[in-house]
């Protein structure tokens, strides 16, 4: 990164902007907010769009997909970690990787699926580029899970199915919790639920706009 760029919209003090406008916006967890004044967004999207990498919106990656909000990457992990930080998590739809940064810098091992190979394959660069070692990464869709490598203590989903994927509940361990958009377009709701001895428990957190989970690998 060379020129106006590197000193000018992607500095430290852009980067503290956008956790200016986290914390209007209602983000309260002092841990999720370091890891996000730290971390680089504008590696994770394509060079033109570098300079929007600090804006609150959510922008293209390729393939039809996008980077999430992050507004939204900050509220779903602070769901996520709100009453105690998860061992081990697993995350659906790497996409650019961004939202799998933050969850790495927290928590110890991370699992992170995605459906499509040059989206995965790309993020896996900027993740290795920026020194981040304890994702492992599963090229498959995401509603199986990652059964071998559960059960969590944590699930996050950056993409809506119309319900909540039976096996993403069964892999949750006692007391762990899943937090994922739900519904189809236009009419979408973040939920978060939490695996009890005997039942699921299912808060409705807000409205929200995700891509479509989809099926198969692409
Ligand atoms: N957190 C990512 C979000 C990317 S968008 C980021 O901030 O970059 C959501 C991602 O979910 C897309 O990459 C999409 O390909 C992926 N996805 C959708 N359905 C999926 C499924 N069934 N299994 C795995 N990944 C899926």
């Known amino acids: 990164m060379n020129g106006h760029l590197g000193i000018g919209m992607t500095s430290q003090r852009t980067r503290d902007r956008l956790i200016q406008q986290l914390q209007k916006l209602g983000i309260k967890d002092q841990r999720v907010l370091d890891v996000m004044r730290q971390i680089p967004r504008h590696l994770f999207v394509a060079e033109a769009l570098a300079s929007r990498a600090y804006e609150n919106n959510s922008l293209p990656i390729g393939q039809g997909q996008t980077i999430s909000q992050p507004y939204m990457v900050a509220r779903m992990t602070e769901l996520l970690i709100e009453d105690g930080m998860p061992e081990n998590v697993l995350e659906v739809g790497t996409g650019s990787g961004y939202q ?109 706009s995700f891509v479509p989970f989809l099926k198969g690998r692409a």
């Open 100 to 208: 799998s940064a933050v969850l790495a810098n927290l928590i110890p091992r991370v699992f992170s699926v995605e459906r499509i190979r040059p989206l995965q394959e790309k993020a896996k660069i900027v993740l290795s580029d920026i020194g981040i070692r304890n994702i492992s990464f599963k090229h498959s869709d995401g509603g199986w899970g990652w059964k071998a490598c559960g059960p969590y203590q944590g699930i996050l989903a950056a993409a809506a199915p119309a319900e909540i994927p039976v096996n993403l509940l069964e892999q949750l361990e006692i007391g762990a919790k899943l937090v994922i958009p739900i519904g189809v377009e236009g009419q979408q709701v973040l939920q978060r639920v939490t695996r009890t001895e005997s039942a699921y428990e299912v808060e409705t957190i807000e409205p929200v």
